[in-house]
């Protein structure tokens, strides 16, 4: 069993405050603790490692050199804050991450004053920093505003969005630019850190300012020209053009585990200087743990590992990953046809599009973090003809809705949806919780929405993807493991809006939509055991609504449950509203909707969840029961 590190330093750090008491030559030490600290925690929690191994300096620096909790810090998506959480009072819970109860994944307000924004997906951090900035403006404030955003953040438009409205508004605020695969410049050691001091000390600042001031004297004409020769030369040097294109005093790039180049930057900018500032910092993901270093990818999120040897622990899957069926599948019905594409906005790994890319690498599109761009890129791949796949985990899909709306399914675009981590995700808690997108797609007309109750289902409707041309299709899947069904070599081509009858019985009709299917299936028995002969169906389809199947149903049972892992508004409320237009709600018939809760649900281990909203078997038996003003105790006494 791995022993905890020593930490003397770290010991004394509680809250930032404690931090400031320590002299600045002990800082690289208490990295070195706060790292180890890190990795050790993690590696019994599982989470998100490599991107908290990289900008544990950057904390160390920040924390030191500004008065957070008054001086705000967002972390952009917050998957690299667990040093942060360490050195804001939450080292004691550290290593209850992800788990019920414990700390999120993620920055989030309700859990400490120090994360002044939740974050989860990606490039928030300026536009919400901005807002805070002009809060502070407003309110006569003084404190730092400091928005932390990764350089792969950078691709979305989002980012771009709010620096060009920073720059305009001449606020001041603070953006690091966390540059972590060296994808723009690396830094070039003690001259570029120097270049840094200087360029962000009051004496450069103070000669920038009155060049302008005499260049003025010469006209505005002049003095544009010579400030924008200064700035652009400046830029040449330090890889800044655009973002002082944008408003922005750039500095930088500096080396991002280096404190003694740190701390005089973060000072000086603290200190100096009016409007908005981005400072280029480099880091390296995984930066001191040797497997992390090795294999950033693999230790980008983690499972539970051995902190010596860095492997990781995982139960053996009885079942291929619903991931993995999907991409198979694509690469199967790819070699058949050519005109299928595949796009995915930066998560070729979680969508597993790079198992496609390594077969078809040029039909294969990773447009980075930019969901708007990705939906319409693929509107425009389908206008010439071909047959665009744009896989999109379910809450990142509600960034690109606009264009879902006005790009594809207005013009009846025949762009598919594979929608990946559908339902509940288990630790990743409320912001990757994919409760929502059949709600958001079935609402849109002409639009066909589909849902997998197991892995050889997901096999058919990849295949019927393909096939259609008719306009947008969407077909969601949930995270995790297949159930183990028997999978066809091939998927065959549904029937567009029919679904099927698994089990027939009389008194009670199980109509699900999604993966609860299996749940109903064991419900089943227990029903038929306590006397209630029981239907299941697979809805296969919310849109369009297998009518003839929901009039079946309705007109030959006394309970009708539609069960599905999707929020209020989803499957269920389409079955309601045909029951309602056809007068069937007025037989008698008991019709009861199993939705997941109305709410924003944290964190949990999957099955618990299931449990909580009464979407395993027990919870639909127990709706059965209640519909029928029973009890299930009674019913099995």
């Given at each position: 069993?791995?022993?905890?590190?020593?930490?003397?330093?770290?010991?004394?750090?509680?809250?930032?405050?404690?931090?400031?008491?320590?002299?600045?030559?002990?800082?690289?030490?208490?990295?070195?603790?706060?790292?180890?600290?890190?990795?050790?925690?993690?590696?019994?929690?599982?989470?998100?490692?490599?991107?908290?191994?990289?900008?544990?300096?950057?904390?160390?620096?920040?924390?030191?050199?500004?008065?957070?909790?008054?001086?705000?810090?967002?972390?952009?998506?917050?998957?690299?804050?667990?040093?942060?959480?360490?050195?804001?009072?939450?080292?004691?819970?550290?290593?209850?991450?992800?788990?019920?109860?414990?700390?999120?994944?993620?920055?989030?307000?309700?859990?400490?004053?120090?994360?002044?924004?939740?974050?989860?997906?990606?490039?928030?951090?300026?536009?919400?920093?901005?807002?805070?900035?002009?809060?502070?403006?407003?309110?006569?404030g003084r404190n730092n505003v400091i928005a932390v955003?990764?350089?792969?953040?950078?691709?979305?438009?989002?980012?771009?969005?709010?620096?060009?409205?920073?720059?305009?508004?001449?606020?001041?605020?603070?953006?690091?630019?966390?540059?972590?695969?060296?994808?723009?410049?690396?830094?070039?050691?003690?001259?570029?850190?120097?270049?840094?001091?200087?360029?962000?000390?009051?004496?450069?600042?103070?000669?920038?300012?009155?060049?302008?001031?005499?260049?003025?004297?010469?006209?505005?004409?002049?003095?544009?020209?010579?400030?924008?020769?200064?700035?652009?030369?400046?830029?040449?040097?330090?890889?800044?053009?655009?973002?002082?294109?944008?408003?922005?005093?750039?500095?930088?790039?500096?080396?991002?585990?280096?404190?003694?180049?740190?701390?005089?930057?973060?000072k000086n900018v603290r200190d100096n200087g009016d409007?908005?500032?981005?400072?280029?910092?480099?880091?390296?993901?995984?930066?001191?743990?040797?497997?992390?270093?090795?294999?950033?990818?693999?230790?980008?999120?983690?499972?539970?590992?051995?902190?010596?040897?860095?492997?990781?622990?995982?139960?053996?899957?009885?079942?291929?990953?619903?991931?993995?069926?999907?991409?198979?599948?694509?690469?199967?019905?790819?070699?058949?046809?050519?005109?299928?594409?595949?796009?995915?906005?930066?998560?070729?790994?979680?969508?597993?599009?790079?198992?496609?890319?390594?077969?078809?690498?040029?039909?294969?599109?990773?447009?980075?973090?930019?969901?708007?761009?990705?939906?319409?890129?693929?509107?425009?791949?389908?206008?010439?003809?071909?047959?665009?796949?744009?896989?999109?985990?379910?809450?990142?899909?509600?960034?690109?809705?606009?264009?879902?709306?006005?790009?594809?399914?207005?013009?009846?675009?025949?762009?598919?949806?594979?929608?990946?981590?559908?339902?509940?995700?288990?630790?990743?808690?409320?912001?990757?919780?994919?409760?929502?997108?059949?709600?958001?797609?079935?609402?849109?007309?002409?639009?066909?929405?589909?849902?997998?109750?197991?892995?050889?289902?997901?096999?058919?409707?990849?295949?019927?993807?393909?096939?259609?041309?008719?306009?947008?299709?969407?077909?969601?899947?949930?995270?995790?493991?297949?159930?183990?069904?028997?999978?066809?070599?091939?998927?065959?081509?549904?029937?567009?809006?029919?679904?099927?009858?698994?089990?027939?019985?009389?008194?009670?009709?199980?109509?699900?939509?999604?993966?609860?299917?299996?749940?109903?299936?064991?419900?089943?028995?227990?029903?038929?055991?306590?006397?209630?002969?029981?239907?299941?169906?697979?809805?296969?389809?919310?849109?369009?609504?297998?009518?003839?199947?929901?009039?079946?149903?309705?007109?030959?049972?006394?309970?009708?449950?539609?069960?599905?892992?999707?929020?209020?508004?989803?499957?269920?409320?389409?079955?309601?509203?045909?029951?309602?237009?056809?007068?069937?709600?007025?037989?008698?018939?008991?019709?009861?909707?199993?939705?997941?809760?109305?709410?924003?649900?944290?964190?949990?281990?999957?099955?618990?969840?299931?449990?909580?909203?009464?979407?395993?078997?027990?919870?639909?038996?127990?709706?059965?029961?209640?519909?029928?003003?029973?009890?299930?105790?009674?019913?099995?006494?």
């Open positions: 069993m791995n022993l905890p590190p020593k930490t003397p330093l770290l010991d004394k750090v509680r809250i930032p405050a404690d931090l400031k008491a320590l002299p600045e030559s002990d800082l690289p030490q208490l990295a070195s603790e706060l790292r180890a600290e890190l990795v050790d925690a993690v590696s019994h929690t599982g989470g998100h490692l490599g991107a908290g191994l990289g900008v544990v300096e950057l904390t160390v620096a920040l924390h030191y050199v500004f008065d957070t909790p008054a001086d705000r810090i967002i972390w952009d998506v917050g998957h690299q804050a667990y040093p942060h959480k360490i050195l804001t009072g939450r080292r004691d819970r550290i290593r209850t991450l992800r788990m019920e109860g414990g700390l999120s994944g993620f920055t989030k307000r309700a859990e400490s004053d120090y994360d002044p924004f939740g974050t989860a997906h990606s490039s928030t951090s300026i536009s919400a920093g901005l807002g805070m900035a002009v809060a502070r403006d407003l309110k006569g955003i990764g350089d792969g953040a950078m691709s979305a438009g989002m980012a771009y969005e709010a620096m060009n409205n920073a720059g305009a508004l001449n606020s001041r605020m603070i953006v690091i630019l966390n540059d972590n695969d060296m994808s723009i410049a690396p830094p070039t050691g003690a001259m570029s850190a120097y270049l840094a001091r200087l360029g962000s000390g009051r004496a450069y600042q103070g000669i920038r300012d009155l060049g302008k001031k005499l260049t003025s004297y010469l006209g505005a004409r002049v003095d544009r020209a010579i400030t924008r020769a200064v700035e652009h030369a400046r830029g040449y040097v330090t890889g800044g053009t655009l973002f002082e294109e944008l408003g922005f005093f750039h500095i930088g790039p500096i080396d991002g585990h280096n404190l003694e180049h740190l701390i005089p930057v973060l409007g908005p500032v981005l400072i280029h910092v480099v880091t390296q993901k995984g930066k001191g743990y040797a497997p992390a270093e090795a294999a950033a990818d693999k230790y980008h999120g983690v499972n539970k590992f051995d902190v010596i040897t860095g492997a990781q622990a995982k139960a053996p899957a009885n079942a291929p990953s619903y991931t993995k069926v999907f991409a198979q599948s694509l690469i199967q019905e790819a070699r058949e046809d050519d005109k299928i594409v595949a796009v995915t906005a930066a998560m070729p790994s979680g969508t597993g599009l790079d198992l496609f890319g390594e077969v078809f690498p040029e039909r294969t599109f990773d447009v980075g973090i930019a969901e708007q761009h990705a939906v319409t890129f693929a509107a425009g791949l389908a206008t010439e003809g071909f047959k665009p796949f744009a896989a999109i985990y379910s809450t990142f899909l509600q960034r690109a809705y606009d264009q879902v709306v006005h790009d594809v399914a207005i013009q009846q675009l025949p762009v598919r949806f594979p929608i990946d981590r559908a339902g509940f995700v288990g630790a990743d808690g409320p912001t990757h919780c994919g409760a929502f997108d059949t709600a958001f797609l079935a609402t849109l007309p002409h639009f066909v929405v589909m849902a997998a109750a197991d892995e050889a289902e997901l096999r058919h409707m990849v295949r019927t993807a393909a096939a259609y041309d008719e306009g947008p299709i969407s077909f969601r899947y949930p995270r995790g493991n297949g159930v183990g069904v028997d999978m066809p070599e091939r998927g065959s081509v549904l029937e567009i809006g029919k679904g099927r009858i698994l089990r027939e019985g009389t008194k009670v009709a199980l109509l699900s939509f999604g993966t609860r299917l299996q749940d109903c299936l064991l419900a089943a028995e227990e029903l038929n055991a306590a006397g209630l002969s029981t239907t299941v169906a697979d809805a296969r389809f919310a849109k369009p609504l297998d009518e003839d199947l929901v009039r079946r149903l309705a007109t030959s049972h006394e309970v009708l449950l539609t069960v599905e892992e999707g929020a209020v508004g989803g499957f269920a409320s389409h079955v309601l509203h045909f029951l309602a237009k056809e007068g069937l709600l007025d037989s008698g018939l008991k019709v009861r909707p199993l939705v997941m809760p109305d709410e924003f649900t944290d964190h949990a281990k999957p099955e618990k969840m299931y449990a909580d909203s009464g979407l395993d078997s027990a919870g639909i038996v127990h709706a059965v029961f209640a519909a029928l003003g029973r009890s299930v105790r009674s019913a099995t006494a």
